[in-house]
């Protein structure tokens, strides 16, 4: 750690920081402790002022650019949280932001960022990709002789975002364990270095999406590797390449990288809401899915989970319920050929279905051919137990079906 102890400094950017975010909560939560027979809090940074932990490391960086390069102004790419943390650090230091977000970017975030910076900032919509979206704005930058505030990849913003874990250590001194979201490694970096110089006995559990394992190659590897394509459903975690910067500190600091699949995300990001009443965005979510792939680890230890933003679109929980329902094995799909003859609908409605089971899709895939052609169908359970008896239900009554939730082209091209 020796090698950048000296460039980080968490607990003077917290008496920086402090005019202007809030300390967030760290919330004892009963019914994550009953199950997993440890005693869980929640690290609340989806209470921040931007709904993110993005702010402090924006504002620690922008706060201490001299007046000559906040006269000229700043440039972020960004796929939403870092875009509003800049965004609100422009209009509070009076300096003009121009921000690239990649064109698929959810209207939610590109409004909130519009409304942080008020009338400070300039939105540009380019690429598909964050990637595609950070090669602009590197070019914008050059051009126009502004400075870069990058999402992750600087010990300022790194430093910033330490002071989530000089905020943990402060309110819960005897921390055991701390599952930290890893998405390009400032987070974990910051709050990482912190917690380990200041307390070496707590473990450190860095989560990554299962479609987007940037970091956990990067510790296969031994130093960043550009992934050639990840899924980018948890949008606030999802990098194809981690930090040059960011990765030798988490090299140091983590103790192990969990990866959750997106399914396992959004069953807690519903169960969050459902059951706290906390509206996590699913890289918000990471630290609490990840619980039940450290259960072992973490029974009879105090543990802090950081649920590190709170920016979800409400558009987007169709997709989140439908994700969980596949995950939990409650949904299934299946191309079904109906028997040619009278009344095969009505029997499987009748007798292959279960009492509880429900189909909540239904389409014949070749229009002319009603009477025989293939159509999709959906069911829902109620629980994955039944899968089984439907399966023998279906064969019993001679079906010829596929199932598709696993057959990833097909279940994409038809679903």
Not at 24 to 43: D, Q
Not at 192 to 205: C, D, E, H, N, Q
Request: glycine residues 8%; hydrophobic residues 40%; negative net charge.
């Amino acid at each position: 750690m020796s090698n950048y102890l000296s460039e980080l400094n968490s607990i003077s950017a917290l008496e920086r920081l402090k005019p202007v975010i809030n300390r967030t909560s760290l919330l004892y939560n009963a019914r994550l402790s009953e199950k997993y027979e440890c005693m869980v809090y929640l690290k609340r940074e989806d209470l921040q002022v931007v709904r993110s932990y993005k702010l402090r490391g924006a504002y620690n960086m922008i706060c201490q650019l001299s007046e000559e390069q906040l006269a000229k102004g700043i440039v972020c790419a960004s796929a939403g949280n870092h875009a509003q943390g800049v965004a609100f650090s422009c209009k509070k230091l009076n300096t003009r932001g121009v921000i690239f977000m990649p064109e698929i970017t959810p209207k939610q975030k590109i409004d909130q960022t519009r409304m942080f910076g008020n009338g400070m900032v300039e939105i540009i919509l380019v690429g598909d990709t964050f990637d595609d979206c950070l090669k602009e704005a590197l070019a914008y930058t050059d051009a126009n002789k502004m400075t870069f505030v990058p999402p992750f990849d600087n010990y300022k913003i790194i430093e910033g975002q330490g002071t989530v874990g000089v905020e943990i250590l402060e309110d819960l001194p005897d921390t055991d364990i701390v599952v930290v979201p890893v998405g390009g490694g400032g987070l974990a970096a910051g709050a990482g270095s912190y917690l380990k110089r200041t307390s070496p006995a707590i473990r450190i559990l860095g989560v990554e999406p299962e479609g987007a394992p940037s970091m956990f190659r990067a510790f296969e590897a031994g130093g960043p590797e550009t992934l050639e394509t990840i899924n980018h459903f948890v949008d606030g975690a999802s990098v194809k390449r981690v930090g040059e910067l960011t990765y030798p500190i988490c090299r140091d600091v983590l103790d192990e990288i969990i990866l959750v699949p997106e399914g396992k995300v959004c069953t807690t990001i519903l169960s969050l809401y459902n059951q706290d009443a906390i509206v996590a965005e699913p890289a918000g979510a990471l630290s609490v899915a990840a619980l039940d792939f450290c259960a072992d680890q973490i029974r009879g230890k105090k543990v802090v989970c950081i649920v590190s933003g709170g920016n979800n679109d409400i558009e987007r929980m169709q997709e989140i319920k439908e994700l969980s329902l596949l995950y939990e094995g409650l949904k299934h799909y299946f191309v079904i050929r109906f028997p040619q003859r009278p009344g095969s609908l009505k029997l499987f409605v009748n007798n292959v279905l279960g009492p509880t089971d429900d189909i909540t899709r239904f389409e014949f895939i070749k229009k002319t051919e009603r009477e025989s052609g293939p159509a999709l169908v959906g069911i829902e359970l109620r629980s994955a137990d039944e899968y089984a008896a439907l399966i023998q239900r279906m064969e019993a009554h001679r079906f010829d079906y596929k199932a598709i939730n696993r057959d990833q082209t097909l279940f994409e091209y038809l679903v």
